[in-house]
């Protein structure tokens, strides 16, 4: 790689990383070419030059969250921890995003958007990775008996989706976050 296509990446991931801080920050129909270049320390062209456009960035710098997400939450749930400390984590993972991206619900509704389809599949397809592997989480917790038999395998799906979508402003104190993930682990029993 020559001097020029160096420059050219550094300035592409500096892109994507000042993108990415902003969809997590910003909602996303408020992010401006010019609030990417200025958090890049970019120009705006340079950004139309690498990218083509300010949807393209922006969903360039989403895909990469959802694969860095989406990994995050295979190697939790796919490790060799007790049941239990999985699935602490992956409750904590999802609620320090939550705490941490205070848009994180503009972000959802932007990617399940009408108008995003292309973007849309994409974070559900990889998502789709992590089924079999929450699936043996739920397998692990029902020999484990920390889930109930009650609970079915869609049942579980849809608590855990349920429960990461709990409001940034119940999670804010660190020891009540502890006291509702602990709550809610012991829900499923």
Same mark, same amino acid.
């Given at each position: 790689m020559n001097g020029y296509e160096q420059r050219t990446l550094r300035k592409k991931l500096d892109i994507i990383n000042a993108t990415k801080y902003l969809v997590c920050n910003y909602p996303v129909r408020n992010i401006s070419i010019e609030m990417i270049a200025k958090e890049a320390k970019v120009s705006p062209v340079t950004i139309y030059n690498i990218f083509g456009s300010k949807?393209?960035?922006?969903?360039?710098?989403?895909?990469?969250?959802?694969?860095?997400?989406?990994?995050?939450?295979?190697?939790?749930?796919?490790s060799s921890l007790p049941i239990k400390e999985r699935l602490y984590q992956y409750?904590?993972?999802? +609620?320090n995003h939550t705490i941490e991206r205070p848009q994180q619900r503009a972000l959802f509704e932007y990617?399940?958007?009408s108008e995003n389809i292309d973007l849309q599949n994409y974070v559900v397809s990889g998502y789709g990775i992590t089924l079999p592997f929450l699936t043996k989480l739920y397998e692990d917790g029902r020999k484990e008996n920390l889930i109930q038999?009650?609970?079915?395998?869609?049942? +579980?799906?849809?608590?855990?989706?349920m429960y990461?979508?709990?409001?940034?402003? +119940?999670?804010?104190?660190?020891?009540?976050?502890?006291i509702i993930i602990n709550s809610i682990i012991n829900s499923f029993h």
């Open positions: 949807k393209l960035a922006i969903n360039e710098a989403i895909r990469i969250l959802a694969d860095e997400d989406r990994d995050d939450i295979l190697s939790i749930i796919s409750f904590n993972h999802s +609620f990617i399940f958007s038999e009650g609970i079915s395998v869609e049942l +579980f799906f849809k608590m855990l989706d990461t979508r709990i409001e940034r402003s +119940f999670l804010l104190i660190p020891e009540e976050k502890d």
